[in-house]
């Protein structure tokens, strides 16, 4: 089991930016992908940026061109900035770590973003 801890959410005004950070400890070496997904109130989590030891980041077409993920610390952190964000990207954001035998998910940080 892989345990996930998140960081970096926050308010921010309209076009403001968050850096959001999530550290694997446990099985870190059964992990072969980390990513982000998001949560709105009455909606499905949904995915917003992913990432693979070997691969491409992938993104949702939301996050495309604004958030950037990228790995840190040996392969053990995943972060994810976002530049330009926007009411809609409020949201619960969950960190996910994807072994071979399934996955865990992290606590959860709330992301606001109001005017």
């Known amino acids: 089991q892989v345990q996930l801890v998140e960081s970096g959410g926050g308010l921010v005004q309209p076009g403001g930016s968050l850096r959001l950070s999530c550290s694997a400890s446990?099985?870190?070496?059964?992990?072969?992908?980390m990513g982000w997904y998001r949560q709105a109130p009455g909606k499905q989590r949904e995915m917003v940026a992913t990432l693979t030891t070997t691969g491409p980041a992938n993104y949702s077409d939301s996050a495309k061109d604004r958030f950037t993920i990228s790995w840190a610390n040996a392969k053990t952190t995943v972060n994810l900035q976002m530049n330009n964000l926007k009411p809609e990207d409020t949201a619960v954001y969950y960190c996910?770590?994807?072994?071979?035998?399934?996955?865990?998910w992290g606590q959860g940080t709330q992301v606001t973003v109001v005017a």
């Open positions: 446990g099985r870190v070496f059964s992990i072969y992908g």
């Open positions: 996910r770590a994807d072994q071979n035998f399934g996955y865990d």
